[in-house]
């Protein structure tokens, strides 16, 4: 099971596209590697989780489980930086 965790301010498009994007990205390839879920976080209505988890900047994906723990910031719309970000695909 993975578990990822999105950190976005508000609904603003640019949040909106983060989790389009994200979504998009994990169910494509974490289906092959089992299930996994997503929690979104707007940074405005939690921030002491979003302090707890060291959040500079959104959007900004964490993935918990398995562990390492990594994390990516900003545009997800390159598959590859996301998957490389995230510890789902190992670098070529």
């Known amino acids: 099971m993975y578990k990822i ?6 609904q603003t498009a640019k949040a909106k596209k983060a989790f389009v994007d994200l979504t998009a990205i994990l169910d494509d390839e974490i289906k092959t590697l089992g299930n996994y879920s997503l929690e979104v976080i707007d940074v405005l209505e939690n921030p002491q989780l979003a302090a707890d ?7 900004t ?3 918990f489980l398995p ?13 590859e930086k996301v998957l490389i970000g995230l510890d789902l695909k190992e670098i070529d």
Do not use: W
């Not at 965790?5 to 508000?10: D, K, M, P």
């Not at 562990?67 to 598959?79: E, L, T």
């Open 5 to 10: 965790r999105l950190y976005v301010i508000g």
């Open 53 to 59: 988890d060291k959040i500079l900047a959104t959007p």
């Open 61 to 63: 994906a964490i993935k």
């Open 67 to 79: 562990v390492p723990i990594a994390r990516i910031i900003g545009n997800f719309s390159d598959r």
